[in-house]
């Protein structure tokens, strides 16, 4: 109902379009952290959401010099990097982490993982646990 609103402002003149892509990016900022681990999450399921356009959703990250793709990839990345050197999920395996990131595809994980950090997955939980016990130990 929101975008409604701020859509109908924008129409009229009462709202620069500029102020509505910025509010548009925040809810759906907001919404992507609320269902990150879905799967399912993409921008026709975020565009049903928010009740407004995929062009609208486009054109509000555009703005910001990315996609909304690449935006979801990488927040799906940054949770399962935070997953991996988070010593309390040590026994989850790689996979368990991909699957509750969102991803469906270990492959293609792996690969935009290596592709973000610059290490597969494996090699990166095996830096962050010695350096969580460096830190421990200092």
Do not use: N
Request: proline share 4%; hydrophobic share 40%; charged share 30%.
């Amino acid at each position: 109902r929101p975008i409604v609103m701020t859509t109908i402002a924008m129409v009229a003149g009462m709202l620069p379009a500029a102020s509505g892509r910025e509010l548009l990016r925040e809810r759906t900022a907001a919404l992507v952290g609320q269902r990150l681990r879905d799967p399912g999450l993409d921008i026709e399921a975020i565009a049903a959401d928010l009740r407004c356009s995929k062009r609208a959703l486009h054109k509000a990250f555009e703005d910001h010099g990315t996609s909304l793709h690449r935006y979801l990839w990488r927040s799906r990345l940054e949770l399962a990097r935070r997953q991996l050197e988070d010593p309390r999920e040590s026994a989850r395996s790689i996979t368990s982490i991909l699957l509750g990131a969102g991803f469906s595809s270990a492959a293609h994980f792996s690969r935009m993982f290596r592709q973000r950090y610059g290490a597969s997955p494996r090699e990166w939980r095996a830096h962050g646990a010695r350096a969580a016990a460096a830190h421990t130990k200092e």
